[in-house]
């Protein structure tokens, strides 16, 4: 336990639900930081011959796929695809595993779902899912993960989901662990950066494994990347056996371990400027509509001349986007080229934190209290 740092697994959920090119493209999305794909089928509406070609397909990215299903006939079309983990065995399906090569990783969980069976005790929970995983070591299956099932803040209890896992831990402490982070992730209204850290961090403690997240919300947006930067730095703090700060791993997105204030100059005699309503007169060069996709981090850029003419451009800089639109002589009026340069950064800043962006609209930043 804990010789590797953990794996991330970033799931591609209802993959067998989704326009078939959504699912590549989410998949080659996740590639950047993912180590692992899971192909995520849908409940109660079984799709093996789906689920064969998705998994056909993402083969291509050259990463472990996981198959993540009950669903028996899925589990074996998967696996005969090329999956190389089954998400997941539990009381309900265990027979399916006489069918799978013992070479196949198992993800064991403490729940027969087809009986409605889903234990809420921790100490419970920890015990099935040893004894799951004892049974099939000793039908010759030795790649093995326990869940013990980590599960939403305060409803269902995020804490009773640790305690199984530290419980899991006291009763095997070798045992291989994975872990859905994104069952919390996905349900507290809070930037995920922070939540991600501290599951990490937990996670380090408890030595899983495999820590499995989803980008299905818009707050979500950039987890599987942020849980691949927190899961080495929780790594590297423990073989350091210090906290994990100054460790040369950060997670930081929109802010900064310190503060390196630079000085314009030391004459303190600066005029303040107050806020003005300016009166802007249309560009005979035209006007532009701003965009980002978040999927392929660009930045969109539409320039309409008085014509109506358009061209379109993309780029991952707003500083690139905005030398190619003034080489191409589409900005005539230097307040209006002061104008795209702030909404151009405005955008990129929006990629790389994951903040919602709307042309012309200010910056939100505060924390709020709506009751």
Known sequence: MGCLPPRVMAEVVDATSRPFESCVLGAQYYSKWA??????C???KSDPDRVSEIVAELHKFRLPISIDTLDP??????????????????????????R??????????????????FPRDPAERARISVEMCNELRKQGYENLLADPLMESPINPVLMHSLAAYYQCRKLDSDLPFLAGLGNVTEFVDSDSVGVNSLLACLGIELGISVFLSTEERPSTYGCIRELK?????????????????????TSFVAKSSFFDVQSVSEN??????????????LDPSGSFRIGVDYRTGMILCEHKWRDGSIHRLKSDSANTMLQ????????????????????????????????????????????????
């Open 73 to 98: 006939e899925e589990i074996i079309a998967g696996v005969d695809a090329g999956a190389e983990i089954v998400l997941s065995i539990d009381r309900g399906n265990l027979d399916v595993v006489q």
């Open 268 to 281: 303190e005699s600066y005029e303040l400027v107050i806020r003005k309503d300016w009166e802007y007169e």
């Open 229 to 249: 930067s927190t899961a080495m730095m929780g790594y590297v703090s423990n073989i350091l056996g210090a906290p994990p700060k100054e460790v040369g791993i």
């Open 100 to 117: 799978i090569p013992e070479d196949i990783a198992l993800v064991c969980l403490p729940t027969n779902v087809s009986a409605g069976i």
């Open 324 to 371: 190619e639109i003034l080489s191409l002589g589409y900005i005539s009026l230097l307040d209006h080229a002061a104008y795209l340069g702030s909404e151009l950064t405005q955008a990129e800043l929006s990629l790389k934190v994951g903040h919602n962006y709307n042309q012309d609209a200010t910056w939100d930043t505060e924390l709020t209290l709506d009751l």
């Open 42 to 44: 849908t409940v109660n």
């Open 35 to 40: 180590d692992i794909l899971d192909v995520g």
